[in-house]
């Protein structure tokens, strides 16, 4: 990957020129222009929600275990911008048997639940994470923005609220 501040001069030099000409980088070479234009173009293309990743998850655990259902939707909705890899295995973790559980440092943790309607045994449940290994950097930071995200409100809908009488 390109250093970042080799990035950051590139662009800044663009836009200097671009606003006020004075060193003529793009008279003297054209395909800058086109280069940039094609740059927004891509850029604009990827802000459009018609160009995020097509895949759907499902959480088809929901039933078994509802308390962690909005928790998984906000993973399946956020995982497919690292890796649609990544997206399907945490689908297939969470619909064969797995829960969410707050970790203080993890923000959460994947925890299988073995037997019932979950897994038939812990080596089934390690085989389907496997994959996992090579996303652990990616992982971390969802479930550690799972659990900001829960924490400023923006995980559970106001509409999944129930208004109940204290003593009920």
């Not at 222009?33 to 927004?40: A, D, H, K, R």
Request: hydrophobic share 40%; aromatic share 12%.
């Amino acid at each position: 990957m390109m250093d970042l501040q080799r990035v950051k001069s590139a662009f800044a030099e663009i836009l200097s020129e671009w606003e006020t000409p004075k060193l003529k980088t793009l008279e003297r070479d054209p395909t800058i222009i086109q280069l940039t234009e094609n740059l927004v173009l891509k850029v604009e293309a990827q802000r459009n929600p018609a160009q995020w990743p097509v895949n759907d998850y499902t959480d088809e655990f929901k039933d078994y275990h509802p308390g962690d259902h909005y928790q998984w939707m906000w993973l399946f909705f956020h995982a497919p911008f690292y890796s649609a890899e990544l997206a399907d295995v945490l689908c297939f973790l969470r619909c064969n048997g797995s829960i969410l559980v707050q970790d203080p440092t993890y923000g959460y943790r994947i925890e299988p639940i073995i037997g019932g309607h979950g897994w038939k045994d812990r080596q089934a449940y390690d085989d389907t994470k496997a994959p996992l290994a090579g996303y652990m950097n990616e992982v971390i930071a969802l479930l550690k923005n799972l659990r900001i995200a829960e924490q400023q409100g923006k995980v559970i809908p106001a509409a999944a609220y129930q208004q109940g009488r204290l003593g009920e």
